[in-house]
């Protein structure tokens, strides 16, 4: 089973030592990597070109124009040869074991489409500051699951072929890009949590989820939790009525507040512990 790691990059050639080292430390082998340059405007490529030499398992591609995040990582997928994929941004790491933990379950648990660890924060030299704590099982089979609080993180793996399946990655999207395709995956099938911290995460300034980048991310999650209410064709969701079209992001946070409540996490994880002891 083939696992292509998928690399969205735009200016972070000076962070990709740290990412391909942990690449080509991977324990398991049967894997490529496919990176696709956004049209950067430093010296990305010359430096990821350098780094890489003439190792035949990464492949470079180019976008003629900077297209965003949405319409690069929707190219990634099409460009994928595995039949796994998994993203892993360019300033980022996997630890060595990353790869062969979800390529296990994938392997021996065919309802199973998309995989996800925990993860590591990491200062800009990648240096540990903590494990978070939001990673954790979720239900599967929900209609009313939608990530949020967010659940999904790194490192997520899913099957190429369900994905196929799906409306695919929202090429509109510059940010929540990928809760957008979380989502739609749980919709087809499983997903399943790996108690393993798999990704290292390294926060700095030109992080596009961090900083000043937080309020447009959370105001296009919630674009994206409002289509799948819609692909869902929900029109009640804890006796309020969800709206026919996006109006504001407040609208759609204030259906999932019954979410943050006591009782009903203690019914969730009810309902997960069910689920794993007759998985």
């Not at 926060?203 to 994206?224: A, L, M, W």
Request: glycine fraction near 4%; charged fraction near 25%.
């Amino acid at each position: 089973m083939k696992f292509s790691i998928l690399i969205a990059n735009y200016n972070n050639g000076k962070f990709f030592r740290s990412c391909y080292d942990s690449i080509i430390a991977q324990s398991y082998d049967n894997w490529e990597a496919v990176i696709l340059d956004d049209s950067s405007t430093d010296d990305s490529l010359k430096v990821i070109k350098s780094i890489i030499g003439d190792d035949h398992r990464f492949k470079i591609f180019k976008n003629e124009s900077n297209s965003g995040v949405g319409i690069t990582k929707s190219k990634l997928i099409e460009l994928a040869a595995g039949e796994i994929c998994g993203f892993v941004d360019p300033d980022d790491a996997i630890t060595p074991n990353a790869l062969k933990s979800s390529i296990k379950i994938f392997k021996n648990q065919k309802n199973v489409v998309l995989t996800y660890s925990k993860y590591i924060k990491c200062d800009e030299n990648l240096k540990e500051i903590d494990i978070p704590k939001n990673p954790m099982p979720v239900p599967n089979n929900d209609p009313f699951f939608f990530n949020c609080p967010v659940h999904i993180v790194h490192f997520v793996c899913f099957r190429k072929d369900i994905y196929e399946t799906t409306e695919k990655m929202n090429t509109e999207m510059k940010i929540a890009e990928d809760q957008d395709l979380y989502l739609k995956m749980y919709e087809k099938g499983k997903v399943k949590f790996i108690d393993e911290a798999n990704y290292l995460y390294r926060t700095h300034p030109g992080g596009i989820s961090q900083n000043d980048n937080r309020p447009k991310s959370r105001e296009y999650f919630s674009k994206v939790i409002f289509n799948a209410m819609q692909r869902r064709n929900l029109k009640m969701i804890n006796g309020k009525t969800v709206p026919s079209q996006f109006s504001d992001s407040k609208q759609i946070y204030d259906l999932l507040e019954y979410q943050n409540s006591i009782p009903y996490r203690i019914q969730k994880k009810l309902r997960i512990l069910v689920q794993q002891l007759f998985s």
